[in-house]
């Protein structure tokens, strides 16, 4: 019952994530900033009162070793988030970071030695095909836009390039910290929970010097409309009620993770996330009428298919499929 109850939290979660997050960026494109602080202060506060019972239980992890995990979080949280002030447009941002297990297979190669299976190396190098071809598509949309001067066309390339080097980044650096944890997990044990907390936590200070933009973006919201509340009948600025409700649904997508982690086999969590991105994909094609063409289809098609392959799913699911006919059959 609980996992399926985690993966509701997940899909419901992460999906209407997605909407608020592009109301927010169509409205203001440079909010990055102000919607990872309002995420990271909620989930530290949460933290704060749940997990670290007011600062009183000591983390099981030293703090030292947080320093090392906070610092790389907090970039790939702020990088990912301004990639969407540097015309990346969010189907592309999703499918870009559906990559992220290429750079765990490259980074794996390199820091942990590993070697993998032949199937392994094709089903990334779907991911990679697919990627490049979202990528390629995505920038010649760019490039191509008619209202655009000549100079404006090329400013806004140049912008789009700037925003693939800031989502690659991310991805190289989110996988060297997953390789990070999975050292400190293995000494330590897992601690899910307080590693999100700490994750939280301990990088608001680092905003301090984002809080110009922060700022800026705190009037912007205060100038926007105002959304009537159901039930209380209180009005507020709308562009507020967009960023609670991606906070909210942030931190139910986080919980539901959490929760399959704890009820899961590590495969199968990756399956629900892959499915999940998938899903909040085509909802935001379809709700938005994001531009996607037949190449972006193909693309898309090969990093599910690849990701889907990456993980064995149908090797598993046939495994699981013998063991409960053996279980059937001694019934």
């Known amino acids: ?30 909010c990055g900033n ?37 610092t790389m979080f907090f970039t790939v949280s702020v990088m990912n988030n301004y990639a969407l002030n540097l015309n990346i447009a969010m ?46 598509m995505s920038a010649k949309q760019v490039t191509s836009q008619s209202s655009l001067s000549e100079k404006d066309g090329f400013q806004a ?26 050292t400190l997990y293995k000494q330590f044990g897992k601690h899910s929970k307080e590693a999100l907390f700490y994750n939280h936590a301990l990088p608001l200070p680092g905003f301090i010097f984002l809080a110009s933009d922060i700022y800026d973006h705190v009037v912007l919201f205060n100038k926007s409309e105002l959304y009537q509340l159901p039930v209380i ?6 562009m507020w009620v967009y960023l609670l409700m991606n906070v909210v649904t942030q931190y139910v997508c986080i919980r539901g993770v959490f929760i399959l982690t704890t009820e899961c086999t590590s495969l199968t969590v990756t399956l629900v996330v892959t499915l999940r ?22 693309g898309t098609l090969f990093v599910f298919i690849g990701t889907l392959m990456y993980t ?3 090797k598993n699911l046939g495994t699981t499929k013998s063991h409960l006919q053996r279980e059937d059959k001694k019934d």
């Open 157 to 182: 390339f140049a912008w789009w390039l700037l925003g693939i080097g800031a989502l690659t980044f991310a991805l190289l650096m989110s996988a060297r910290m997953g390789i990070f944890q999975e």
């Open 34 to 70: 102000i919607v990872t602080f309002a995420q990271f202060l909620f989930i530290a506060v949460e933290g704060f009162l749940f997990e670290a019972n007011l600062g009183r239980k000591p983390p099981a992890i030293p703090l030292r070793y947080y320093a090392i995990m906070v």
């Open 312 to 314: 064995e799913v149908w």
């Open 277 to 298: 991105k998938f899903v909040s994909l085509i909802f935001s094609i379809l709700y938005f009428q994001n531009p996607f063409t037949l190449w972006h289809c193909l």
């Open 91 to 136: 189907p592309l941002h999703m499918i870009f970071r559906s990559g992220s297990l290429i750079a765990n297979m490259i980074l794996g190669i390199i820091i942990l030695k590993k070697r993998y299976s032949m199937f392994k190396y094709i089903s990334i190098a779907l991911v990679s095909a697919g990627i490049f071809i979202c990528t390629f």
């Open 233 to 238: 009948s209180v009005a507020m600025p709308i």
């Open 1 to 30: 019952m609980r996992p399926a109850f985690a993966v509701g939290l997940v899909f419901a979660g992460c999906c209407s994530n997605v909407i608020f997050l592009e109301l927010l960026a169509r409205k203001h494109p440079g």
